[in-house]
């Protein structure tokens, strides 16, 4: 059932869209040779950057089948980041954002990723890449004050704060303010399955930056497991200053996004000087082709 559904989002994907059995050829590829391998195998990612991916791992797999697993978002990181502006990562997992910013577009990066295990798969893929000098990795979790926090550590992607009666490791947490000190991103990605509320409150100087131009960032209801309104995200981005936009990567166009569905979210500051930004970037060679 797992094969069935993999398969039915990779036909459904947005990237795949005239290339479906392209698609599912590298799908099957990648189903052969990761059961062969006796490790993790590096694959051509963006441009020049490899990725370096084992079997299990259903983000780094996403970007194989799909060329980009989060079509919208990661084409906007793409498209919207420039060579030295800072991009930060939090929740970086193995490093798909990372590798993507500083190794195809050139961008310095702040990176975080709580869980151990997934921290040597981040550091193996910005040592691959030859990334050190454009990325300050960070082995701790964010949140809203510094302190220690439980996470859970055997969900791949979905590895989260751990909530009461789920069995955690103990996890340093920092907030995002004094993680980056007196640095001022550009773009920030947080992918904390939730916990995104916490991440916010501990940036608050940050955000009241006007350097901060957008913010990428999930919107999904998940903030309630630790108790926050469904809306805590939403409402706290808009409050200082940000609006949300759709983004359609082949034509590069941004929309004001008026709906409130659930998922992956891009706010901007400005959409005007969003729009200017990806109008204005060069092309990328990825998986799929040049985007």
Avoid at 32 to 42: C, H, K, V, Y
Avoid at 266 to 275: C, N
Wanted: proline content about 2%; some cysteine.
């Amino acid at each position: 059932m797992n094969i069935i559904r993999t398969i039915s989002l990779i036909i459904k994907h947005p990237g795949n869209k005239g290339g479906k059995f392209s698609a599912l050829s590298r799908f099957i590829r990648w189903q052969i040779a990761s059961r062969l391998a006796m490790g993790a195998i590096a694959v051509p990612f963006i441009d020049n950057t490899l990725l370096l991916v084992a079997n299990g791992m259903t983000g780094a797999t996403g970007n194989i089948y799909n060329g980009l697993l989060e079509w919208e978002e990661m084409s906007f990181v793409l498209h919207f980041l420039r060579a030295d502006e800072l991009f930060v990562d939090v929740g970086a997992n193995v490093g798909a954002y990372t590798v993507m910013a500083a190794g195809a577009v050139g961008s310095r990066c702040v990176c975080i990723e709580p869980i151990k295990s997934t921290f040597l798969h981040l550091r193996r893929n910005i040592a691959i890449n030859f990334l050190e000098d454009h990325v300050d990795l960070h082995n701790v979790g964010a949140g809203a004050e510094n302190g220690s926090i439980g996470f859970i550590e055997d969900a791949d992607t979905r590895n989260r704060v751990a909530v009461q009666g789920e069995s955690f490791v103990a996890v340093q947490v920092n907030t995002l303010d004094d993680i980056l000190g007196s640095r001022t991103p550009v773009l920030i990605k947080i992918d904390v399955e939730g916990f995104e509320p916490s991440v916010l409150a501990g940036a608050g100087r940050t955000l009241r930056s006007e350097s901060v131009q957008a913010v990428i960032v999930e919107v999904n209801g998940q903030e309630q497991r630790y108790g926050f309104a469904a809306n805590t995200v939403r409402d706290t981005l808009v409050a200082n200053g940000f609006t949300r936009i759709r983004y359609e990567p082949r034509t590069r166009e941004i929309q004001r996004d008026v709906s409130s569905a659930d998922g992956n979210a891009i706010f901007v500051r400005s959409i005007a000087l969003a729009q200017r930004k990806v109008a204005s970037s060069p092309q990328y060679q990825t998986l799929i082709g040049r985007l």
